[in-house]
Each structure stands twice: as structure tokens, then as C-alpha cells.
């Protein structure tokens, strides 16, 4: 599986921005995920969508502010991130998990099995 991350840029502090993930196949039990990673800091789980229902699932930290969804048609995902802050400077990952059965969607990035090249996310105050 392929995935392929758009949609990074720069923007002002309150601003919006789009990112998009598009997959080269999806799967029954599929989990697809967005995490983040600023400079000296760890990566860090940001969001993930159940593919097949659709449910999703945000950190505390951008809960409220970024939203995630997916497009199955197309297969690909997406994170409309609104009142950007500076902190949430990073470059951003999408990732999926593929699973055997209904499970619950994990935050930890090594329980995800694909990754897509990063998307640079500034935001300037």
C-alpha cells in the first residue's frame, strides 16, 4: 500500500489548511491515521478514521479544531485543520493500519503499517 500526503503549506496563525492522503488500495478492517512531528520532539498521533465506518477519532489536542473524514471512493483521507497555531508547526504523516478484525483505533505509531511521506504544516503567529 501506497500512500501519498498533500496539502502542507504555510499559513498565519487562525488559518486553515486542507491536507489530503490518497491510498493506492484500502482494505476491509482499515484504520488510516494522521500524526504529526515537530523539530526535538516525538511523533504524535493527531487523528485516525475507521475506513469502513467511517468513525473517527482526534486528539485532545486539536479536538475541535481539526477535523477528519474520508472519501472511499477515492480512497482518501483527509484532515481540514482550522485555527491553526503555531504549535502546530510540524510536518505531517498519514498512515494505515491494516487489521485482521474490528479493532479499536490504536494511537501508537508503531501499530501502523504504512506510511506516506511527510507534508510540511507553518504556521507563523
Known amino acids: 500500500v501506497q500512500l501519498q500526503a498533500s496539502g502542507g503549506g504555510s499559513v498565519q496563525a487562525g488559518g486553515s489548511l486542507r491536507l489530503s492522503c490518497a491510498a493506492s488500495?484500502?482494505?476491509?478492517?482499515?484504520?488510516m491515521g494522521w500524526f504529526r512531528q515537530a523539530p526535538g520532539k516525538e511523533r504524535e498521533f493527531v487523528g485516525a478514521?475507521?475506513?469502513?465506518?467511517?468513525?473517527?477519532s482526534t486528539a485532545d489536542s486539536v479536538r475541535g479544531r481539526f477535523t477528519i473524514s474520508r472519501d472511499p471512493a477515492k480512497d482518501t483521507m483527509f484532515l481540514q485543520m482550522s485555527n491553526l497555531k503555531p504549535e502546530d508547526t510540524a510536518i505531517y504523516y498519514c498512515?494505515?493500519?491494516?487489521?485482521?478484525?474490528?479493532?479499536?483505533?490504536?494511537?501508537?505509531?508503531?501499530?501502523?503499517?504504512?506510511w506516506g511521506r511527510g507534508t510540511q504544516v507553518t504556521v507563523s503567529s
Open positions: 498512515a494505515a493500519r491494516a487489521n485482521s478484525r474490528p479493532t479499536p483505533i490504536s494511537r501508537l505509531s508503531s501499530d501502523y503499517h504504512y
Open positions: 488500495a484500502t482494505f476491509s478492517q482499515y484504520h
Open positions: 478514521i475507521i475506513w469502513r465506518t467511517g468513525k473517527p
